[in-house]
């Protein structure tokens, strides 16, 4: 059974050096601070990625095992993949194993208890990847893990998989909408993600139309702004060889300490100004 996820291109490359960059900037930053840190995957898949010109590279669970954490966790859901990252992990990592805890679960249900540990009073802080595999990212998940007020957040949000769930005009199946609903926190979002359509049916009459990529990425980081203390407005919309839009790549930071703001801050918006 070939337990290899192959999928992406440019696209692909680009979120993994943009969190791998981060996790370098961070651990730097905060290498001579009395701080424990901590690195969540919670989408953290088979270890590598095969893209579709053939290319093998390491996916974001291994990339961060070169940056010293004092504990990795890694969630994946499916069991194959589980298996084969635990697999990888135990062959080249074995001297890392102490520190490191392999989950096969959903991360909605594995971080819904997230708050509940004392992270910022027990001396913890740390990062988050959400690289969720179409609309399966509950934004409950996000409320949890702002209120832990000690991780950075690096969200890949399904763009492209939202958007093909919305039609242009019309009606929404229900299914959809509670999906919908799911991925954005709320049925708010009914009232952001259309408008009032400049043209006019052949009856003279107004009808409601999606908004554009650009306002559904500004609506998004609006969301963030409402959950996070610190979101950067510089949130990267990944494209596909077509240049269609497929992901928007976001940071937010649970820590509303100023000094916290600001270093984040810093470390996000450069590293998504220059994707």
């Not at 194993?97 to 802080?125: A, F, H, M, T, Y």
């Not at 690289?131 to 763009?159: G, H, R």
């Not at 600001?262 to 220059?274: E, V």
Request: proline share 4%; hydrophobic share 40%.
């Amino acid at each position: 059974m070939n337990t290899e996820q192959k999928f992406g291109g440019l696209w692909t490359v680009q979120k993994l050096d943009a969190v791998e960059k981060y996790l370098q900037f961070y651990t730097t930053a905060l290498k001579r601070k009395a701080f424990k840190l901590c690195y969540i995957d919670a989408f953290s898949g088979s270890g590598n990625v095969t893209l579709r010109n053939g290319l093998v590279i390491d996916g974001s669970a291994l990339r961060a095992l070169k940056y010293p954490f004092d504990v990795y966790y890694f969630f994946e859901k499916n069991e194959n993949y589980f298996k084969a990252l635990s697999d990888k992990i135990k062959t080249s990592y074995l001297e890392m194993l102490p520190k490191i805890k392999i989950v096969n679960g959903d991360c909605n249900d594995l971080l819904q208890n997230i708050d509940k540990k004392s992270w910022i009073g027990e001396g913890w802080r740390g990062v988050i990847f959400l690289d969720p595999f179409a609309m399966e990212l509950s934004w409950s998940c996000l409320e949890k893990i702002s209120k832990t007020q000690a991780f950075d957040v690096w969200y890949l949000f399904p763009l492209s998989a939202v958007n093909r769930n919305l039609p242009k005009s019309g009606e929404i199946h229900q299914s959809n909408e509670n999906i919908l609903t799911k991925v954005f926190g709320s049925d708010d979002w009914k009232e952001h993600i259309y408008k009032e359509s400049m043209q006019m049916t052949l009856m003279d009459e107004a009808y409601m139309e999606k908004v554009t990529i650009e306002e559904m990425k500004q609506y998004i980081i609006k969301l963030l702004n409402k959950t996070f203390p610190t979101v950067s407005p510089n949130s990267a919309i990944l494209r596909n060889d077509k240049n269609s839009p497929l992901f928007l790549l976001c940071f937010a930071g649970s820590n509303p300490n100023p000094t916290a703001h600001d270093l984040s801050l810093r470390g996000a918006n450069y590293i998504l100004k220059h994707i």
